[in-house]
C-alpha cells in the first residue's frame, strides 16, 4: 500500500519566517491533500494539489508526482500557524506522519 | 452549504461498555463517507468508507464495526471496547468526482 513519510517531524519558527514541509509517497497517486490540525481540533482542508504548483494566502504546495512529492510552504509565519500539518496520498487518501509546527512570537 | 456533525464531542467509557459514535452530513444526497481514527500525537487511519447507503467497507480491522442506515448518516460502532480503542474519532466526507476530504470535528473517547 501507500506509504507517505513527512519531514521534518517537527518545526520551530521565529515568527516571520517561512516554513517549508516535504512529504513524500512510496507510489505515484492522482489524488494529494494538505490538511492542518490545531492542537486538540479537527482537521481543516488546507490545499488540494495532486500536481503542479497551487496557491492560497500564505500558502504554496508543489507536487512533483513523477518524483513522488510534494511541499508545503508557509511564508511569514505566524503564531497561529501552530499545528500539525499533514499531506494525505492517494486514492484512499493514506496520511504521512505529520509535521508538528511552532511560531514563535 | 454542507455541514457535518458529529456526537458525542467526547466519551468516558469503561474497558468492555458499547460504544456509538455518529455522524450526519446535510446538504448534499450521497457524499462518501469516512471513519478515521488518530492516536494520540498520531496520524490518522481510515477505518471504513461508505459510498451508498447500506454499503461499507472495512479498511483497518480494530474490533468495531461501521453502518450507514441512511444517505446522511454513517455510525460507528462496538458491543465491546478496548483500552487500545481511545483516541479521536473522525468522520469525513466528499462527493464522487470530487477528490476533496473534509472533516467534522471529532470525537475524542478515553477507555479506562
Known amino acids: 500500500g501507500q506509504q507517505v513519510q513527512q519531514s521534518p517531524a517537527s518545526l520551530v519558527l521565529q515568527e516571520g519566517e517561512n516554513a517549508e514541509l516535504q512529504c513524500n509517497f512510496s507510489?505515484?497517486?492522482?489524488?494529494l491533500q494538505w490538511f492542518y490540525q490545531r492542537p486538540g481540533g479537527s482537521l481543516v482542508s488546507l490545499l488540494y494539489?495532486?500536481?503542479g504548483t497551487k496557491h492560497t494566502g500564505r500558502l504554496t504546495s508543489t507536487t512533483v508526482t513523477k518524483e513522488r512529492r510534494s511541499s508545503l510552504h508557509i511564508s511569514s509565519s505566524q503564531t497561529t500557524d501552530s499545528g500539525t500539518y499533514f499531506c494525505?496520498?492517494?486514492?484512499?487518501?493514506?496520511f504521512g506522519t505529520g509535521t508538528s509546527l511552532l511560531v514563535d512570537p | 452549504a454542507q455541514t457535518i456533525h458529529q456526537w458525542p464531542v467526547a466519551e468516558i467509557k469503561a474497558v468492555g461498555s458499547p460504544l456509538s459514535l455518529g455522524c450526519t452530513i446535510k446538504?448534499?444526497?450521497?457524499?462518501?463517507l469516512y471513519w478515521y481514527w488518530q492516536a494520540t500525537g498520531g496520524t490518522l487511519q481510515q477505518l471504513f468508507y461508505?459510498?451508498?447507503?447500506?454499503?461499507v467497507e472495512s479498511v483497518v480491522q480494530l474490533n468495531l464495526s461501521a453502518s450507514r442506515p441512511k444517505d446522511d448518516q454513517f455510525i460507528l460502532s462496538t458491543e465491546k471496547l478496548l483500552l487500545s480503542h481511545s483516541g479521536f474519532y473522525l468522520c469525513?466526507?466528499?462527493?464522487?468526482?470530487?477528490?476533496?476530504?473534509?472533516f467534522g470535528a471529532g470525537t475524542r473517547l478515553s477507555v479506562l
Open positions: 469525513a466526507w466528499s462527493l464522487t468526482g470530487q477528490n476533496t476530504l473534509y
Open positions: 507510489s505515484t497517486a492522482t489524488r
Open positions: 494525505a496520498v492517494g486514492y484512499k487518501l493514506t
Open positions: 494539489n495532486p500536481s
Open positions: 461508505s459510498i451508498t447507503v447500506g454499503q
Open positions: 446538504g448534499k444526497s450521497s457524499p462518501n
